[in-house]
């Protein structure tokens, strides 16, 4: 089976919405993020000796999402992976790293945060929820 290989090069200007959130990624460079994008085939590279295929993606665009949509987020994440997996649930470890990724967000807090900023026309992210004991669920 072919093989994907992830390219560093993101979108230029307008199509890189990671772009908003770099100093809050360098200040807690280990919390995750939830993003959206977009991919396509920069290259196909094949292997000369064993004839393996692989391609390479680029991003076309990618976007931070908004707190308000985390829950679906997660949601569609979850059946994509049981989707491809085949399977009805995911596996417990499969589970809890999901859970991690949207664990200690409290999303009525950010929303609100993000409204009370747009609000005063100000630009700065709000501040970064508490973290949390535990994944969420």
Known sequence: MPEVK??????KGEGNGLNEVATDLIKDPS?????????????????SDTGDQ???VR??????????DLAEAER????ALESRSGQEQLPLE?????????AGLDLDKVAEEEKQAKERGDDA???DPPEEAGPSE
């Open 6 to 11: 992830t390219n560093a090069i993101l979108p």
């Open 76 to 79: 569609l994440l979850r059946r």
């Open 54 to 56: 692989a391609a390479t």
């Open 31 to 47: 919390r995750y993020r939830a993003v959206i994008g977009i991919v396509d085939c920069r290259r196909v590279t094949i292997d």
């Open 94 to 102: 499969l589970e809890d790293e999901i859970s991690q990724a949207f």
């Open 125 to 127: 992210p709000p501040e």
């Open 59 to 68: 991003f076309r665009r990618v976007e931070v999402l908004l707190s308000g």
